[in-house]
């Protein structure tokens, strides 16, 4: 008789939602949109950490120039702790593009530069959240940290990430699962 694989979770197009006691304080009151999860491990940015630097200012910087209406003011985010001198862009729609991760089949994570130049010059894509930097996780880390209670998931909602500032994010997931964040204890259990 073959011995089974138990099978694993997929969390590709969730979100993490960092619990109280998250002691790392890149993810402190974070929510991380998982672009990516397999055996190799897991992808993420971060959607609700502004930086001070708008799209204006980034696409300055990178001599890319931003013609396009309503994303001047737009803020780059902290995607997470890796490559935080790289850029990546969420998008819908998912698009064409040199160096694309597809998430879905209406949305991507692109770390090339020509979806920056086609926002700048034809305000496509319209959705984007643009990080500096990702969350990466290691074979086997994920699973392990959501062991440890580090995280609470649940699946994206791509309103919360494109529809809502971004101080709203993390308690619009929250209360996806009926659950207030204040209530929230440090110390969570297995039930």
């Known amino acids: 008789m073959p011995r089974m694989e138990t099978p694993t979770a997929n969390f590709t197009h969730h979100f993490l939602i960092a619990m109280p006691n998250m002691v790392d304080p890149h ?7 998982i672009a990516e999860h397999n055996e190799q491990g897991a992808l993420g940015i971060i959607v609700n950490r502004p930086i001070d630097m708008t799209l204006a200012s980034l696409f300055e910087r990178i001599e890319v120039p931003l013609e396009a209406e309503g994303f001047a003011a ?3 985010y902290f995607g997470g702790p890796v490559q935080t001198d790289r850029g990546f862009v969420l998008h819908r729609p998912l698009g064409e593009w040199h160096s694309t991760l597809k998430v879905t089949d209406e949305i991507g ?3 090339s530069r020509d979806v920056l130049q ?11 959240i643009v990080t500096l930097g990702y969350a990466g996780w290691a074979a086997g880390q994920l699973e392990q940290e959501l062991l440890d209670n580090a995280w609470l998931t649940v699946p994206a909602d791509l ?5 809502l500032p971004p101080e709203e994010r993390l308690v619009a997931a929250m209360q996806k699962l009926g ?10 259990g297995h039930a």
């Not at 993810?27 to 949109?33: C, E, I, P």
């Not at 309103?159 to 529809?163: A, N, P, S």
């Open 159 to 163: 309103g919360i990430v494109f529809e």
């Open 109 to 111: 994570l692109t770390s």
């Open 74 to 76: 737009q803020p780059v």
């Open 179 to 188: 659950i207030d964040f204040t209530n929230l204890s440090d110390v969570a």
């Open 27 to 33: 993810f402190t009151r974070t929510l991380t949109y």
């Open 118 to 128: 086609a926002i700048g010059t034809g305000g496509e894509p319209r959705d984007v």
